[in-house]
């Protein structure tokens, strides 16, 4: 399937402005597979799974891949310009009126920021509670899971470090179910 | 531009670095851009907060930081770095799905993210309760936010209740 790229980026725009919440791959999969039928549910799917190996936030990963699928690399720069502009553009706005207005502790922009960051907050810790009843299976998950946790939110390991630490321990883990 | 190019740098690092989801470098980019003295713990976490208003992301974020850090070119040379390195990658990937999708090590690597990225998540969090939380009426309503969310509850809805009440229990 080939689609030129003002198309593709007309429709990832639409997506950047409607996808909150963070729940950006269930945005794409309505655009791609549901109203347009670029793609099969597999390919799609399949698509989702690779680009979360890679480093970046799955959503703009996902855009860039789909955008270069459907139209070379000029679809590709459409759609990540289109899941990230309407974002951004309004991310500058707040950021502006925070700089020039809110700084100040205690006034009513600062006690509204507290209340988000609290709500902000509960939706991480709600969003990774459901994926721990699917994400922590088995014995050694939980144990890969925990040393990631210590060393990086407690010891303060950088990173790559705990990523270099982590990540072959975890294929050899997975490697026997992986035929 | 010597500072958009050192902005950029740091960005395109955090971006490379950013495996296991979109916010598993938060705690990360929060050292760094704190010891860089780019923004105070406070600014960071209401940046984080701002973050989950707009679509798109939840990385968006560091466009609040980049302008912060060194303006408008800050802004987008925070964009660039931190959303360049992955989106090139799944450019690259169109050529090599269908190898990527056999190969064993690729589908072993993606299941042991899964729980790679609950211990990332897990760190987020601690990382967030430390630098946005300073009170018990603030661990409270986090505790209800979660429970509204878990159960189903829409994220916008939530996120503007959680303003409202900060707004009408100052200090809390």
Same mark, same amino acid.
């Given at each position: ?179 | ?70 303006? $408008? @070119?800050?802004? #987008?040379?925070?964009? !660039?770095?931190? &959303? *360049? ?6 450019? %690259?990937? +169109? ?40 009170? $018990? @009426?603030?661990? #409270?309503?986090?505790? !209800?936010?979660? &429970? *509204? ?6 994220? %916008?809805? +939530? ?14």
């Amino acid at each position: 399937m080939r689609v030129p790229w003002p198309k593709l980026l007309g429709a990832f725009l639409y997506v950047g402005f409607t996808a909150f919440g963070g729940g950006g791959t269930a945005h794409l999969y309505q655009l791609v597979v549901v109203r347009r039928g670029w793609l099969s549910e597999r390919e799609f799917l399949e698509a989702a799974a690779l680009c979360r190996i890679l480093p970046g936030p799955v959503f703009a990963n996902l855009a860039a891949h789909l955008g270069t699928r459907l139209g070379g690399i000029p679809g590709g720069v459409a759609a990540l310009i289109g899941v990230l502009f309407p974002g951004a553009s309004l991310m500058l706005a707040l950021s502006l009126a925070y700089f020039h207005l809110g700084t100040q502790p205690g006034s009513s922009a600062a006690e509204a920021l507290r209340g988000i960051m609290a709500s902000a907050i509960g939706l991480i810790l709600a969003t990774t509670l459901h994926q721990a009843r699917i994400g922590l299976d088995s014995p050694k998950a939980v144990a890969l899971a925990l040393w990631v946790f210590v060393t990086y939110g407690l010891f303060h390991w950088p990173l790559p470090m705990v990523l270099l630490s982590a990540v072959p321990v975890g294929v050899a883990f997975y490697w026997r179910e992986s035929r | 531009m010597r500072e958009e190019l050192e902005i950029f740098l740091t960005f395109f690092r955090l971006g490379l670095i950013s495996f296991g989801g979109g916010m598993a470098n938060l705690p990360e980019m929060a050292r760094v851009l704190t010891a860089r003295g780019w923004v105070t713990p406070r600014e960071f976490a209401d940046g984080f907060a701002l973050g989950q208003f707009v679509p798109g992301p939840n990385m968006l974020a560091v466009v609040f930081y980049g302008l912060k850090a060194g303006g $408008l @070119g800050g802004t #987008l040379a925070a964009l !660039l770095g931190m &959303f *360049l390195p992955g989106a090139t990658g799944a450019a %690259l990937l +169109v050529h090599v799905r269908e190898w990527m999708a056999r190969a064993r090590w690729s589908r072993a690597l993606r299941r042991a993210l899964v729980p790679i990225g609950m211990g990332l998540s897990f760190s987020v969090l601690l990382t967030l309760i430390q630098m946005g939380l300073d009170s $018990l @009426g603030s661990l #409270l309503l986090v505790g !209800l936010s979660a &429970f *509204l969310i878990y159960r189903g509850k829409g994220i %916008l809805p +939530v996120l503007l209740a959680g303003a409202v009440l900060g707004l009408l229990l100052p200090g809390v």
